[in-house]
C-alpha cells in the first residue's frame, strides 16, 4: 500500500470584521467588552423594532447585562462599574430620539449586516433605507468622554471613524453614513462631499 501524503496545515481565516482596524490601544478589556455586550442588546432592540422596549423592560435585562459581562471575564468592581455603564448606554438609546430612530422600524433595516467585496468583508452595525428612500450606514460606539466639551469629543471621533464609515458606503454604492453614541445620546451624520 502507498504511504499516505504528508499532513498539511491549513487554518480557516477569522471570522467577522476585515476592515482596516481603528487604533485601539488606549481600550481596556473591560471596555471592548462593554462595547460588545452593548452591541448584542442593541441589535436585539432593533430586531424587535423598539416594540414593548422602555425603561422597565430595559431595567429587567440587567441580570443578564451582568451575567454577559461576567462569562467576559469582568470582574469584582470593574463588574458593577460596567453593568451600570452598559445599562445607561440601554437607557439612553430607548430614551433619545435619534436612538429611537435608528433602533426603530423603517422600509428596510438590517443590523449586523455582513458585505463581502472582492478585498474585505464589513460588518454594519446598523443598514437603514429610511421613508425618503435614503440609504445609511449607522456604527454604534461605545466611547465615552468624561468632563466637558462633548461636542468636540464627538466632532474627533466622527473624524476618526470617518474612513471607516466611508469605505462602508463605498462598499454599498452610496450612503450617508450615521455615528451614534448610546453613553452620550450623540449622534454625527455626513454624506458624500462631491
Partial sequence: MPMAPAATEWKSPEE??????????WVGETARHMGTVVHAWLHRIADDELKGWDAARVAKVRGAVRGQLSARGVSGVE??????????????????????WVLGAHPEARSEYRIRTRDRSYVIDRLIRDANGIQWVVDFKTSRHEGADVEGFLDRE??????????????LGGARRGLYFPLHAGWRAWEDQT
Fill in 16 to 25: 467577522g470584521r476585515e476592515e482596516e482596524q481603528v487604533e485601539f490601544s
Fill in 79 to 100: 463588574l458593577e462599574a460596567a453593568t451600570e455603564r452598559v445599562m445607561e448606554a440601554l437607557r439612553n438609546a430607548i430614551a433619545d430620539q435619534k436612538g429611537r
Fill in 158 to 171: 466622527q473624524e476618526r471613524y470617518a474612513a471607516q464609515l466611508d469605505a462602508y458606503a463605498a462598499a
